[in-house]
């Protein structure tokens, strides 16, 4: 579903992402890690067709993002760590407007709309205007929001933030069936617990270089040491940082 071949970013004399070769298959849950500024913001902008590579090619399902962008986009949702809402807009009328964008058949669109409306339990507060929603109200509609087209590639960045405990497990049951039947999420997050629980794979990056790929077992491997992943990725970009 996510081929990332030789894919660099500069900007101006600052390379961002360097040389990055990512293969993501459908239906798997990848977590994707990194200090602050190791480049996974401008991977994410990249995959969602927002920024082209310097050098390299993304694809989306086979779908080059700088040729093919239109088709490779319909795939894609992309809930970002600060939920953004028209605040003019009821929750409903957000939700419309996103079936909209993806050109649904109207049955389709109200029927993919009352039941993201019950996934995420929204109904209490689904026709008030968004200006009035909580940070968590906003996260829920948001995610809602990015499901009702059924997209077949779900990048999430740092997506529990502002949850309640109850709401964050809710929302990562529901991403592990969204892969379980053949979404592809590509989740980005601090929270490693999380990243260690769900993920399939795990990819580790720093200063625009993937450092570390692959399950929990190929990473203690890569590291030589037999710890969670709060060890390995602390061992792993320690090497970096230290230029082993």
Do not use: W
Not at 38 to 50: N, R
Not at 203 to 209: K, L, P
Not at 211 to 222: E, P, S
Not at 224 to 229: K, V
């Amino acid at each position: 579903m996510i081929d990332l071949s030789g894919v660099t970013k500069s900007y101006g004399p600052k390379v961002a992402v360097h040389g990055l070769d990512l293969r993501v298959p459908a239906g798997e849950l990848f977590a994707f890690l990194g200090p602050n500024g190791a480049g996974k913001t401008t991977t994410i902008k990249m995959l969602c067709g927002l920024l082209f590579p310097t050098s390299g090619t993304v694809r989306v399902g086979g779908f080059d993002l700088r040729t093919d962008g239109d088709h490779a986009r319909a795939l894609i949702s992309y809930v970002p760590d600060q939920p953004f809402l028209y605040e003019k807009l009821t929750g409903r009328e957000f939700l419309q407007f996103t079936a909209d964008l993806y050109a649904m058949p109207p049955g389709r669109a109200a029927a993919k709309i009352d039941e993201v409306i019950g996934l995420f339990r929204l109904d209490e507060f689904v026709d008030d205007l968004t200006e009035r929603y909580s940070h968590g109200m906003r996260q829920r509609t948001v995610f809602a929001a990015a499901l009702v087209h059924e997209p077949r590639l779900l990048i999430a960045d740092e997506p529990t933030v502002g949850l309640d405990p109850k709401s964050i497990r809710e929302l990562k049951t529901l991403l592990r069936q969204l892969a379980d039947c053949g979404t592809t999420v590509f989740l980005s997050t601090h929270t490693l617990d999380i990243a260690q629980e769900l993920a399939d794979r795990i990819g580790i990056i720093d200063r625009g270089r993937l450092l570390g790929c692959g399950t929990m077992a190929d990473l203690r491997k890569q590291a030589s040491m037999d710890g969670n992943l709060e060890d390995l990725f602390l061992a792993i970009t320690k090497e970096e940082a230290a230029g082993v």
